[in-house]
């Protein structure tokens, strides 16, 4: 099952901005589709692959940061190549 992830990561410290280039670094460094706006990134993949590295790389942003919170957005299937049409 194909699934889109909408990630946001927000440190609550000072000092935010390296925090959130190496969870979007880790995530470029994968196998899956990931694509980036100011707001947010998108990862794009099968369930059962995704999911597992996402919990990884969760896991070692959280390990790194004393106080962080991250927004996460779930769809089943891969929005990937949307286009508005209106």
């Given at each position: 099952?194909?699934?889109?992830?909408?990630?946001?990561?927000?440190?609550?410290?000072?000092?935010?901005?390296?925090?959130?280039?190496?969870?979007?670094?880790?995530?470029?460094?994968?196998?899956?589709?990931?694509?980036?706006?100011?707001?947010?990134?998108?990862?794009?993949?099968?369930?059962?692959?995704?999911?597992?590295?996402?919990?990884?790389?969760?896991?070692?942003?959280?390990?790194?940061?004393?106080?962080?919170?991250l927004h996460m957005k779930l769809v089943k299937s891969d929005r990937s190549d949307y286009e508005p049409d209106f």
């Open positions: 099952m194909k699934i889109s992830v909408e990630l946001t990561l927000t440190p609550l410290q000072d000092n935010f901005e390296p925090p959130i280039k190496g969870f979007i670094v880790t995530l470029r460094n994968s196998d899956f589709k990931v694509l980036e706006n100011p707001l947010s990134t998108q990862i794009y993949g099968e369930y059962d692959s995704l999911m597992p590295f996402l919990t990884n790389a969760v896991k070692e942003a959280f390990l790194n940061l004393d106080h962080v919170v």
